[in-house]
C-alpha cells in the first residue's frame, strides 16, 4: 500500500508543479500588464520593479495553490484512468476512497500550510507592497486613486472618485473626506475635477468644478453649513511626492494586511461602537415621552393654555426638542450601519483566510471524481472542467462576501458557503462513482 500510495503522489506533483508555477505566470503577467505604463518613465529603478512584482505575487500564491491543487488531482487520477491502472487497483479490491487517502491527507496538510501563508506572510507581504505602491503613486498622483474606492494620496483627506484618467489627470465624481482639522469635519463633493503638480514642480494641485462643501462642529454637530462652488482648488505641499523610499512606519490597513487576529480584534472595536451607538438612541427615545407628555390633553392643567393650540410657544419648543432628538437618533442610526457594515467586512475577511486556505482540501474532494470522469480527455477535458467549478467556487465567494458585508448572512455562513457546497459535489460524484463506475467493467 505504501508503494501505491507513493505512486499516486508522485503521479499528483509534477501537475500540481507545473498547474501552480503556470498560474503564477499569468497572475504575474497580468498584473504587470496592468501597470506597466505606470511603472515606465516614472524614476522607477528596475529592482523596485522586480520587488513589487515579487511582493505582488504573494496574494497570487494564496489563489493559485487551491486551483493547482484542483488540476494536479484531475489530472493524476484521469491519467490513472486512462492507463487503466484504476481498472488494476479495482480489481484489487481497493475503493476510490482508499486511492483518494494520500491525496486527502496531503491535501489537508497543504491547507494548514496555505493558513499559516495567508496569516502570517501574507499580511507582512501585502503591508510593504502598499507601501511601495505608495512610494510609487507620490511620483504620479493619479496613480495613488483607485476608482471607487477611498484613496489615502494626501494625508488627512480620503479621496473617493467614479472615474480616473491617469494620462490626462482628470477625475469625476468626486467625494472627499477632509479630517486635518480638529473642531470640523468637512465633505467636499464635485462633478469633475483635474490633479497634477505645479509648473515648478513644488506643490500638488486639486482642481474641482461644480462642487459643494459641507462643513459640521466636532463633537457635538451643533453647527453645520454648506457651501457651493464653480471652481476650488486644493493645493498641497509636494515634498512628498516623486518616487523616494519612505521608512514603513505607516498604520495597517485593510484586512488583507492584517493577521486573523488582528481582524477580529478590529471587528470587535466596531461591534462595540455599535452597541455604543444602540444605547445612545435609547435614551433619546426615553426622552419623547417626558416632551409629548407636555402637549398632552392629560396634563393640560400643568401647562396652562397649551390645550387647544393657544399656547404656540410651548407647542413649537416642544416640536423643536423632538426635532432636535429626531435628528440625534438618525445620526446614529447611519453610525450604526457603518460599523455594523465594517464589523461584517472584517469578520467576512477573517473567515475568508480560512477558507480560502480550506479550498486545498475541498478540491481534492471533487478533484478526484473529476479525473475519473473526464479520463479520455487528456489535459484539455481535466483543464476545463477545473477552471468551471474554481469560477463556481469564486462566484459563491465573491456572492458570499457580498451577502455578510450588507448582513444577508452571518459572515460564517455566507464565507464556507463556497467550500460547502463545492465539498457537496464532490462527496456526491464520489459515492456515485464508487457504487456505479466500480461496480461496473469497462
Known amino acids: 500500500m ?3 500510495d507513493r505512486y499516486i503522489l508522485k503521479s499528483l506533483l509534477g501537475p ?3 498547474a501552480f508555477l503556470t498560474i503564477m505566470f499569468v497572475l504575474i503577467l497580468q498584473f504587470f500588464a496592468n501597470f506597466a505604463d505606470r511603472f515606465i518613465g516614472r524614476g522607477i529603478d528596475f529592482m523596485s520593479l522586480i520587488e513589487l512584482l515579487a511582493l505582488q505575487s504573494a496574494w497570487m500564491v494564496g489563489l493559485a495553490a487551491p486551483m493547482a491543487v484542483l ?11 486512462t492507463t487503466s491502472e484504476m481498472t488494476v487497483f479495482r480489481a484489487s479490491g481497493l475503493s476510490l476512497y482508499r486511492l483518494m487517502l494520500p491525496v486527502v491527507i496531503v491535501g489537508f496538510l497543504l491547507s494548514l500550510l496555505v493558513e499559516r501563508f495567508n496569516n502570517v506572510v501574507q499580511p507582512q507581504v501585502k503591508y510593504k507592497a502598499r507601501s511601495l505602491m505608495s512610494d510609487i503613486a507620490k511620483a504620479k498622483p493619479t496613480f495613488g486613486i483607485t476608482e471607487n474606492a ?5 494625508d488627512g483627506y480620503s479621496i473617493l472618485v467614479q472615474q480616473a484618467d491617469e494620462k490626462t489627470g482628470s477625475i469625476g465624481d468626486i467625494i472627499i473626506y477632509d479630517a486635518t482639522r480638529n473642531d470640523y469635519r468637512s465633505v467636499i463633493t464635485a462633478k469633475d475635477g483635474l490633479i497634477d503638480f505645479s509648473a515648478d514642480g513644488r506643490y500638488l494641485v486639486m482642481t474641482l468644478s461644480d462642487g459643494q462643501i459641507h462643513e459640521v462642529q466636532v463633537p457635538g454637530h451643533r453647527l ?3 457651501m457651493e ?3 476650488h482648488r486644493f493645493v498641497f505641499e509636494s515634498t512628498g511626492f516623486g518616487f523616494s523610499r519612505s521608512s514603513e512606519n505607516r498604520a495597517r490597513s485593510g484586512g488583507h494586511e492584517l493577521s486573523a487576529r488582528e481582524l477580529l480584534s478590529v471587528a470587535e472595536e466596531y461591534r462595540q461602537q455599535v452597541e455604543v451607538a444602540e444605547r445612545k438612541i435609547s435614551m433619546p427615545i426615553d426622552m419623547f415621552e417626558q416632551a409629548i407628555s407636555v402637549v398632552a390633553p392629560s396634563n393640560a392643567v400643568n401647562y396652562p393654555g397649551v390645550r387647544g393650540g393657544s399656547n404656540v410657544r410651548a407647542v413649537t419648543a416642544v416640536a423643536g426638542y423632538i426635532d432636535r432628538q429626531l435628528g440625534l437618533v438618525e445620526s446614529e442610526l447611519k453610525v450604526i450601519d457603518m460599523n455594523q457594515m465594517l464589523y461584517n467586512r472584517y469578520m467576512a475577511e477573517y473567515h475568508k483566510k480560512y477558507a480560502l486556505a480550506f479550498a486545498c482540501f ?3 474532494l471533487i478533484g478526484a471524481p473529476l479525473g475519473v470522469l473526464a479520463r479520455r480527455g487528456g489535459f484539455g477535458i481535466g483543464a476545463v472542467l477545473s477552471l468551471l467549478f474554481f469560477v463556481l467556487y469564486w462566484a459563491l465567494m465573491i456572492t458570499g462576501e457580498n451577502m455578510a458585508e450588507w448582513g444577508v448572512l452571518p459572515a460564517a455562513v455566507a464565507i464556507w458557503m463556497a467550500d460547502g457546497v463545492i465539498a457537496v459535489i ?4 464520489t459515492i456515485s462513482l464508487t457504487t456505479a463506475v466500480f461496480r461496473s467493467s469497462r
Open 16 to 18: 500540481f508543479f507545473l
Open 71 to 81: 488540476i494536479g488531482v484531475v489530472m493524476a487520477f484521469g491519467s490513472l484512468t
Open 150 to 154: 477611498f484613496s489615502p494620496l494626501v
Open 426 to 429: 464532490g462527496i456526491t460524484l
Open 2 to 4: 505504501k508503494i501505491i
Open 229 to 231: 462652488f464653480d471652481r
Open 224 to 226: 453645520y453649513r454648506k
Open 362 to 364: 475541498v478540491f481534492v
